[in-house]
C-alpha cells in the first residue's frame, strides 16, 4: 500500500511539473512578450525550448508513475496474520 500512495504523490508531482512545462511554453503568447516584426526573441525561443523540455520528461515521468500505481493496485495484497507477544511462564 505504502507503494501504491508513493506513486500516486509522484504522479502529482509530474502533472503540476506537466502543466508548468506546457504554461512555460505558451507564456510567451499569452503574456505577449515583446517580439520585433513578429520574429522569436531569444526568451522565447528560451522559454519554448526549457517549457518543452519539463513538459516531455514530466510527462513522461507521469505515464511511468501511473503505470507503477495501477500495476501496484492490481497486485493481490498480502495477508498478514496478526501477531500475538510471545508467551510467558
Same mark, same amino acid.
Given at each position: ?7 500516486? $504523490? ?66 493481490? $495484497? ?5 501477531? $500475538? ?5
Amino acid at each position: 500500500m505504502t507503494s501504491l500512495r508513493s506513486n500516486l $504523490q509522484l504522479a502529482v508531482l509530474f502533472f503540476v511539473g506537466l502543466a508548468a512545462g506546457i504554461w512555460a511554453v505558451a507564456a510567451p503568447w499569452i503574456i505577449s512578450y515583446p517580439t520585433p516584426n513578429g520574429a522569436w526573441t531569444s526568451s522565447v525561443w528560451a522559454a519554448t525550448w526549457v517549457g518543452s523540455i519539463v513538459a516531455v520528461a514530466s510527462g513522461l515521468g507521469l505515464v511511468v508513475a501511473l503505470a507503477l500505481a495501477v500495476s501496484d493496485a492490481s497486485r493481490p $495484497q498480502k495477508a498478514v496474520a496478526p501477531t $500475538q507477544p510471545p508467551e510467558t511462564r
